[in-house]
Nanobody, 125 residues
Framework: QVQLVQSGGGSVQAGGSLRLSCAVP????????LAWFRQAPGKRREFAAT????????YYTSSVKGRFSISRDNAKNTVYLIMNSLKPEDTAVYYC??????????????????WGQGTQVTVSS
């Protein structure tokens, strides 16, 4: 399957910020909804944020709403997750994902067919 290439992540103290990046092949980027999921040790992968392929619809899970922002750079075929006011419970491996012609409402991992390899985010406090 097509690979999405992630970068960013790392360790921050509570209240800090991080930006995650995910490079998407052009053909997929232009036609897909983009999303971010996260998975803590021993837990199932859970939805965090998504945006529609048309770029005008956004949806966030309640635990990150107002703190996280998903955005895209069309010149770089890259999707970002900007995380502010980070909390220890945000600690997880974060994955980017893509769904062709997605409307920005899919929240289950099984609905997405293109995935990044994951990057660790650790928030201490």
């Amino acid at each position: 399957q097509v690979q999405l290439v992630q970068s960013g992540g790392g360790s921050v103290q509570a209240g800090g910020s991080l930006r995650l990046s995910c490079a998407v092949p052009g053909d997929i980027f232009r036609t897909s909804a983009l999303a971010w999921f996260r998975q803590a040790p021993g837990k199932r992968r859970e939805f965090a944020a998504t945006m529609s392929w048309s770029g005008d619809k956004f949806y966030y899970t309640s635990s990150v709403k107002g703190r996280f922002s998903i955005s895209r750079d069309n010149a770089k075929n890259t999707v970002y997750l900007i995380m502010n006011s980070l909390k220890p419970e945000d600690t997880a491996v974060y994955y980017c994902a893509a769904l062709q012609y997605g409307t920005g409402t899919a929240v289950l991992p099984a609905e997405y067919n293109y995935w990044g390899q994951g990057t660790q985010v650790t928030v201490s406090s």
